[in-house]
């Protein structure tokens, strides 16, 4: 734990959204004030420990000096870019901020969507739901469409907390999801990831199977 | 249609995000701004229609005048209250946007749990996780324990996005799951929400079943 440290993390190496927080303090130079407490959360069973600090018992949650906890990620990553002083991974306002909060959302949707879809095919056939798995695919394909159209504005605009969102979901396509190619026939979108997943605060953060 | 909308939500009357935009647009003096444009989702079918702006066929999305998108409802609140000045939904800063903040995030969580409960509880009986249906109720009774606590904190604080997405939450129990009984046991909370219900942007904007 770091010597001075004032807020405690509610962890896991294996969450994307934990990821994106953690890119979020290093990109900030905060990483020295986080304790990182690890806590396991799984769909089918709510953590008694984590529950007095967010009764939706979902990470990442961040406990405060003050003993309150913030979540969710979102919120958390505006909570540490203000304490770094502001507008530096969320521009303060105007069409750049409405940008970098729209990219924001549509990692975070991306990442609800696929963990969703994870969930579903890890099922027994039995309880599986056809119509939700070609669901799932379908809108997975709309977004990597997008993205692979806006990879030359991603490029162009200062790096910031939609970057970071669109990093990390992308990192758990390839951890979760590797049998998805996603990067066939979106090569503006795989040479963009290869600059973010290059980026020191990516590499110390990365998912990996331990 | 108003006749001066420069604006138009992807809406439909039974979605609880799509009803937490539209109270803070009455919240805002907004709506005159605002074409409804009846967009139906489904978890088990994207809606073509909605992919272009919103490739993950969710709802609210808002489309601006420049042709452009925005989502999701977190995303758009603040940009209606932004249209509308700033800092009237959204506290500018300090301890009173963390609150906010804080307690936006809680009642957006609370509904996706919601969401997902539902869709598990409507699924039939052989495809339906145990579990998960455990998990659920459990996650939403810690909830509704913290709001109960901290229903004189609601109360003391100036109206804001916060107490519109816990409001729009809690009004969805009523809609979806009235055998619950959310109230019982839980007086300060049930009392705090009729005064929600009462306010003329929850009234303009309930869902019943048509």
Redesign the interface.
């Known amino acids: 734990m770091p010597a001075d440290a004032d807020l405690t993390l509610h962890w896991s190496p294996r969450s994307p959204f934990v990821r994106k927080v953690m890119v979020a303090a290093h990109e900030l130079g905060l990483t020295g004030r986080i304790a990182l407490h690890r806590t396991v959360v799984r769909?089918?069973?709510?953590n008694p420990e984590l529950?007095p600090d967010n009764?939706?018992?979902?990470i990442p949650t961040l406990r405060l000096p003050d003993g309150t906890a913030?979540?969710?990620s979102?919120?958390i990553c505006?909570?540490l870019d203000?304490l770094a002083g502001g507008g530096r991974l969320f521009p303060a306002?105007g069409p750049a901020r409405?940008q970098a909060?729209?990219w924001?959302?549509?990692g975070?949707?991306?990442l609800?969507?696929l963990i969703l879809w994870r969930n579903e095919r890890d099922?027994p056939a039995?309880?599986?739901?056809p119509?939700?798995l070609?669901?799932f695919a379908?809108?997975a394909a709309?977004?990597l469409?997008?993205l692979e159209a806006e990879s030359a504005t991603l490029e162009e605009t200062p790096f910031g907390i939609g970057h970071i969102a669109i990093g990390c979901a992308l990192s758990y396509l390839d951890f979760r999801f590797p049998d998805l190619g996603w990067r066939a026939g979106r090569p503006a979108l795989a040479a963009w990831h290869a600059g973010f997943a290059a980026r020191p605060s990516a590499c110390a953060t990365e998912i990996v199977d331990a």
């Open positions: 769909m089918a069973e709510p529950l009764p939706l018992s979902k913030l979540f969710d979102v919120v505006e909570y203000e306002g409405w909060l729209g924001h959302a549509l975070n949707g991306f609800d969507l099922k039995a309880r599986q739901t119509e939700w070609d669901s379908t809108r709309a977004v469409a997008r």
